[in-house]
């Protein structure tokens, strides 16, 4: 199996590596119309350079799979704020893409639980698809829309799981094609288990992402070793590796709650399976220390008999 590992948005090794800064709906209204639009513009202009910087950085230290933070336009969502960023910022879109692209790299993004199409309120939904469409929209400007992904839970149940899958699917229709079909649904650690998770994937022809932690907080009636094949098998129609998500509980008593770093002893047994099934995936590395993480696991779990470092940030798991 070669297996490639990639981290979530900020890069702890750099200065200034966050490229999530953001401004209030609050802040923005004690501002007169020209500052509103100045502070949106620095903060925007600032989190993309950052992003800029953290792209170089993974270049360097051979990491191919990177989470783009969504917040990298202040209020891009907001009905009150509307305010053309795309326009304002195309251009640096359009470079950040183009490295992209020249490198290689799979880049994603994963929208905030609130992002949903479980609910009876019309204007959740309607907020669901606006704020897929910023995510889209940024994958679009940057060129980067046919290889990216945006992945997303599936929702709550509302005290009623069957009545909440059937809304899923009836409100998934107000989403664009085009977008669909870059949206992954994963699994969640109270929920929605991997086997319910699957069943919607495969009735909507969508990528289940599979989230390892949160299976073993929320496990399914069948074991593993039923699941995943089929799991892997969603990503097939979209003719894309799959791709997981790795992180381990921050301890006993609060297990779901991602650690520091990730215990290889956790993720043993998840590799132990994925080997009986010797495809290539990618892993998405959910740890609080994000880069620091990644390339520590890397450097573990390459000490393992039999395992090979392929680069910075990949194995190979024979």
């Known amino acids: 199996m070669f297996i490639r590992f990639g981290y979530v948005s900020h890069a702890l090794n750099l200065w200034e590596g966050s490229p999530a800064k953001t401004m209030t709906f609050t802040r ?3 501002l007169d119309k020209e500052q509103r639009l100045e502070q949106l513009k620095n903060v925007t202009e600032q989190n993309l350079q950052t992003t800029w910087r953290i792209l170089h950085y993974n270049v360097g230290h051979e990491i ?5 933070s969504s917040s990298l336009v202040p209020l891009a969502t907001h009905p009150e704020v509307n305010w053309d960023y ?3 910022f195309g251009s640096k879109l359009k470079e950040i893409g183009t490295f992209i692209k020249k490198h290689n790299l799979r880049v994603s993004f994963h929208p905030n639980q609130y992002t949903l199409f479980t609910s009876d309120k019309p204007h959740i939904t309607k907020n669901a698809v606006r704020d897929m469409e910023y995510h889209y929209n940024i994958l679009e400007a940057m060129g980067v829309e046919k290889t990216s992904l945006i992945n997303i839970h599936v929702g709550g149940t509302y005290g009623d799981k069957p009545s909440a899958i059937e809304r899923f699917h009836k409100n998934l229709k107000k989403l664009p094609t085009s977008i669909k079909q870059k949206m992954t649904l994963e699994n969640d650690d109270k929920t929605y288990t991997a086997a319910e998770t699957l069943k919607i994937c495969q009735h909507q022809g969508i990528p289940l992402l599979f989230d390892y932690h949160h299976h ?4 399914s009636e069948a074991p593993l070793e039923e699941l995943l094949e089929p799991i892997f098998d969603t990503w097939k129609e979209r003719n894309l590796k799959p791709k997981v998500h790795l992180s381990s509980p921050k301890s006993e008593s609060s297990f779901r709650s991602h650690s520091d770093y990730l215990s290889l002893d956790f993720v043993k047994p998840f590799f132990k ?3 009986e099934l010797n495809r290539d995936f990618d892993v998405m590395i959910e740890a609080k220390g ?3 993480a990644l390339l520590q696991f890397v450097e573990e779990v390459s000490k393992l008999r039999g395992i090979k470092r392929a680069s910075g940030g990949s194995i190979i798991w024979p």
């Open 28 to 30: 923005f209204k004690q």
């Open 64 to 68: 191919e799979l990177y989470r783009l």
């Open 86 to 88: 795309l326009g304002i």
């Open 216 to 219: 073993q907080a929320n496990l």
């Open 273 to 275: 399976t994925a080997r």
């Open 290 to 292: 994000k880069d620091k």
